[in-house]
């Protein structure tokens, strides 16, 4: 049986967590690998309309295992807050497990998290202050505290008083702030762990199981491929893997196991913060854009930056992926536009570029090239086959489908499930 990555082709917000929404209804086990609660999946759907940080898009379906991997750094406080959120809407959590080896996001990562972005000055990098950096930090550190740990409350005590050692140094000798308290954190967090204990699990063997009885697997990404630490526009990227890599040594799983890897792709393309993005459009059409698609962050509601579909960085994300095929969300915003346009290339120093250059400096003065589709000026929301969509709206996907050197699988044309082409079948 299948088991399939979902991953962001972009700079996050691509529309995965409607995907994965509509893919878990022929799933078993929908698994989350990395992130923190700075992602953030809108789902709306018959149960009502989420923003999920954490539990994976797959909650919504009883039957389905939901799952947060080792590769997911964890707010409690987020955590137990979306449990209450989707209890108050008769959504159950009797299927969401934790792995053990997930990591915590502690109180002081949050605070170090906010007072390191302060001190950038112009040059902060337009982090969540969730927490997230410093905790990624501890972990490859060897500082952190993970959530099988909370069920230790012996060790759990040494290691905080250990660690909390440190962070107070800094804290206090750095940032002039008040140091942080062992004995309340410590309260705290065994409340937590009292809370979280039902949810924890060795859930990479959960996932070896399911695959024993051949049940079908979906592997949820967070943020999106130039979000990526290693392949992402460093340094405005997130702290951790977003790629295909990342989906296997987020939860434990061989990459033998994946049958296929579908890339997530708006219509056009946003980013949140900062960092060099070439096709922008600081004018009035990428006002129009934003306003039309509501494009605000799910988890800062800070208003998203616009811009044409960008090829050139497509390419790049379906090779570094190995992407079997695409997701393209969002192509109904498009129906405004009297023409749209497609950057399939960059100019720099008199040279034509065909992959993003690594340096942010060298994409920051990249002049995209375009070549210019017309639009199609008509409602495509109710449409459900490819080939009854206007025949310019089938040719900027089939162009789309040339430039970045893979196939369409699934076409979204609205925000609710049942607004969706299914070109072909994932699961």
Not at 10 to 26: H, M, P, R, T
Not at 83 to 104: G, Y
Not at 157 to 186: G, S, W
Not at 231 to 252: D, I, K
């Amino acid at each position: 049986m299948p088991v399939i990555a979902v991953i962001g082709a972009q700079w996050g917000d691509e529309g995965k967590g409607k995907i994965v929404d509509l893919l878990a209804e022929k799933a078993h086990m929908v698994v989350r690998f990395s992130g923190g609660s700075n992602a953030g999946h809108t789902v709306v759907n018959p149960c009502g309309e989420f923003k999920m940080h954490l539990i994976p898009a797959g909650i919504f379906h009883r039957e389905v295992t939901c799952i947060i991997g080792n590769g997911v750094v964890i707010d409690p406080a987020v955590f137990l807050e979306e449990i209450e959120a989707l209890k108050s809407q008769d959504v159950s959590v009797d299927r969401l497990f934790v792995s053990d080896r997930a990591h915590l996001i502690m109180p002081y990562h949050l605070q170090l998290d906010a007072l390191e972005e302060e001190s950038r000055g112009s040059g902060a990098i337009g982090t969540t202050k969730r927490g997230i950096g410093p905790a990624y930090m501890d972990k490859v550190g060897r500082l952190g505290i993970r959530t099988g740990d909370l069920l230790e409350r012996d060790a759990f005590l040494e290691r905080l008083r250990l660690v909390l050692e440190q962070k107070n140094r800094i804290l206090t000798r750095v940032y002039q702030a008040q140091p942080l308290v062992l004995e309340e954190i410590y309260e705290k967090y065994c409340h937590y762990g009292e809370l979280l204990a039902p949810f924890i699990r060795e859930t990479d063997l959960m996932v070896e199981e399911a695959l024993e009885r051949k049940q079908k697997v979906l592997l949820e990404g967070a943020q999106g491929t130039l979000l990526d630490v290693d392949f992402g526009t460093y340094p405005y990227v997130t702290s951790t893997t977003t790629m295909t890599g990342g989906a296997c040594s987020g939860l434990g799983l061989s990459p033998l196991k994946l049958d296929g890897i579908a890339g997530v792709f708006k219509a056009y393309i946003t980013r949140v913060g900062g960092g060099p993005m070439p096709t922008e459009l600081l004018d009035e059409t990428g006002e129009l854009i934003r306003e039309h698609a509501h494009e605000r962050g799910a988890t800062t509601g800070r208003p998203r930056r616009c811009g044409w579909f960008d090829a050139v960085v497509g390419r790049f994300s379906a090779r570094v992926n190995g992407f079997s095929s695409f997701i393209l969300t969002r192509l109904d915003i498009l129906s405004i536009l009297p023409s749209i346009k497609i950057c399939t290339a960059y100019r720099h120093d008199g040279k034509t570029l065909t992959s993003p250059p690594s340096s942010v400096a060298m994409l920051a003065r990249c002049e995209p090239l375009y070549e210019e589709l017309p639009g199609w000026q008509t409602d495509i929301s109710d449409i459900r086959r490819f080939e009854d969509l206007p025949g310019e709206a089938r040719t900027y996907v089939e162009r789309l489908e040339e430039l970045l050197n893979c196939p369409v699988s699934i076409i979204s044309v609205g925000e609710r499930r049942e607004q969706t082409i299914m070109v072909k079948e994932l699961l």
